[in-house]
């Protein structure tokens, strides 16, 4: 369902959380060096395993937003896309949310791949990623999907997807996975 997108609401609802990063504008491979050095660093402080699993999960979506953004900010030659990234730290788990804008028509296809996703078990994720691999559907997809299977398999969690019109073309497509922080408490459930 797709509604109207209130970034001032968005703001404060994350403003109140433990934020690790949070960033708003034009992504380049650079920058995503920068951040990901950081994570890491911060990362391997509170927990390396932990802190792997959030590396790998925040470069599949960061990827995500500089694959497929549809907002890009020009500066001389060079078109960077434009997109947030944020991390929160929760107490059981850490929260990656990234946010870009997207063609209204695209709608459909990004929630069907996600329900795909979220449907699977992990073996089925595996099946479908070599699928994926092996039979790329879309001309534009720069990774047939795989990075969304990816953030599923490596966090062990489900997509959160949020879809909001921003105007009479696009939509900004809200995509969030948690990590679990304590990977003994979920493995003991």
Do not use: W
Not at 7 to 22: A, C, G, K, V
């Amino acid at each position: 369902m797709v509604s109207e997108f209130n970034f001032f609401e968005y703001h404060t609802q994350i403003s109140h959380d433990n934020i690790i990063l949070s960033y708003k504008g034009p992504l380049s491979d650079v920058l995503l060096s920068e951040f990901s050095r950081d994570i890491r660093k911060k990362m391997q402080e509170e927990d390396p395993k932990i802190g792997k699993k959030v590396f790998a999960v925040f470069m599949e979506l960061a990827q995500n937003v500089l694959y497929y953004s549809k907002e890009e900010n020009h500066f001389g030659q060079k078109k960077d896309k434009v997109g947030t990234l944020v991390i929160v730290a929760e107490q059981d788990s850490y929260r990656l949310i990234t946010g870009n804008l997207v063609f209204k028509k695209d709608v459909p296809l990004l929630e069907d791949k996600c329900k795909i996703v979220n449907s699977l078990n992990r073996d089925e994720l595996r099946e479908y990623k070599r699928n994926l691999r092996n039979n790329p559907d879309n001309e534009e997809s720069k990774g047939a999907g795989i990075g969304l299977v990816q953030a599923a398999l490596t966090s062990d969690n489900p997509l959160g997807v949020e879809i909001q019109e921003v105007g009479n073309n696009f939509a900004f497509f809200v995509l969030s996975v948690y990590v679990t922080r304590r990977e003994n408490e979920k493995n003991a459930e």
